[in-house]
């Protein structure tokens, strides 16, 4: 999972055509859509101790995963529940407050190539588009590290100088099998990259 930044001149809006387009002249074909979101807890002011800050929690959804929903803490674990999980931090809410100005989501088209899939999502804030997310996934293999070289040649193939590095989920992974929760985690980085890019006026963004 990784970012796209907006093409110069271009709108968010643009830009994932631009790259709709690149894929679909690589012979990709459109698998319907997907949507990813995001919801910031924090921990209750009664809870922290003085002088220190709040632990965030993520609670977020997946589209692939209908049944599941994932918490996770920053640099911390990530739980995998069911999809009443929502209903149980209401009853929590004495304990994790929602930052409901905070929720953010990725939607967009699913797009398969052979044995890829492609994500390709706008990454919305309240009414207005942040950014670009793209995810690649190479549906054959589990172990992350066999195929890294080879999602990279593909992904070079449409986002050019943009190819991101190894996520840094990899690194813990090693040769264990990769997990819905990797995705999510990597979903969990992205955006609150692109949060903390909000204050800066990005071009081409209305």
Not at 55 to 62: A, I, Q, R, S
Not at 175 to 189: C, F, I, L, N, R
Request: net charge neutral; aromatic share 10%; proline share 4%.
């Amino acid at each position: 999972v990784s970012q796209v930044p907006v093409a110069e001149g271009k709108s968010v809006q643009q830009t994932v055509e631009l790259l709709a387009r690149r894929l679909e002249a690589l012979g990709a074909d459109k698998q319907g859509t997907f949507g990813v979101d995001c919801e910031t807890y924090h921990t209750a002011a009664t809870l922290g101790t003085q002088g220190q800050t709040g632990k965030l929690m993520y609670v977020m959804h997946n589209s692939e995963y209908p049944l599941s929903c994932f918490a996770l803490f920053e640099n911390g674990p990530c739980l995998v529940a069911d999809a009443n999980f929502d209903t149980l931090m209401v009853k929590l809410k004495g304990f994790f407050q929602n930052a409901k100005a905070n929720k953010i989501e990725s939607r967009g088209t699913r797009y398969q190539y052979c044995d890829f899939l492609v994500k390709l999502g706008t990454v919305t804030m309240g009414p207005s588009a942040r950014g670009i997310s793209v995810e690649v996934e190479y549906c054959p293999c589990v172990i992350a590290n066999d195929c890294w070289s080879l999602l990279m040649e593909f992904m070079q193939s449409f986002m050019g100088s943009h190819t991101p590095g190894v996520p840094s989920v990899f690194g813990s992974k090693h040769d264990s099998a990769y997990s819905p929760g990797d995705t999510m985690v990597q979903y969990m980085e992205l955006f609150n990259k692109i949060r903390k890019q909000q204050q800066v006026p990005v071009a081409g963004i209305r």
